[in-house]
């Protein structure tokens, strides 16, 4: 999601909930519970040009969840953020999948995958070359973990593929 620079932290949730019709009380509510969850609460008066990439990284997913979607796709979410701030992404990610919420995430982070995937999909060169439940694909491949089936698939290391493939998954 681009984000608008001029607008404060508190002025883009504001700016997403009108464009989705929110009623002034709802938006309000919810940018606050977003601000406080992605810890933007201490930013909400900054210039989105000012924040951190983290920052904004936290700022954009708070955009994307303030109407009250019930998927998400999300494309690479955990690149270039600290710890911290990834952390509370997942915590938020797993609020969102635990009230019925699906997400589609794409990540070359093998690790990623298997902690916060259910099913996942392999693309390799354009190809959906396997897709599954994470348990239904390690079990066809001898309980190997995801970085172990992605080389019996491709045949390559991950690194040498790093361009060529995403991962899927429903987190």
Not at 27 to 51: F, H, P
């Amino acid at each position: 999601m681009s984000l608008l620079e001029r607008l404060t932290v508190s002025e883009t949730l504001t700016f997403v909930g009108k464009v989705h019709g929110l009623n002034p009380q709802t938006i309000e509510e919810r940018r606050g519970e977003l601000l406080e969850r992605m810890s933007l609460d201490d930013a909400s008066d900054a210039l989105v040009t000012d924040c951190s990439h983290g920052m904004r990284k936290k700022l954009a997913l708070a955009a994307a969840l303030l109407p009250g979607p019930e998927l998400l796709f999300l494309d690479e979410p955990f690149e270039g953020i600290d710890a911290v701030a990834s952390r509370e992404i997942k915590n938020l990610l797993s609020v969102f999948v635990h009230r019925g919420g699906t997400i589609f995430l794409t990540s070359h982070i093998l690790e990623v995958v298997e902690r916060l995937c259910d099913h996942v999909g392999i693309i390799a060169a354009g190809k959906l070359i396997a897709q599954g439940g994470l348990a239904e694909l390690r079990h066809e491949h001898g309980d190997a973990d995801l970085e172990a089936i992605f080389l019996e698939l491709v045949g390559a290391p991950a690194a040498a593929m790093d361009r060529e493939i995403d991962w899927l998954g429903k987190a």
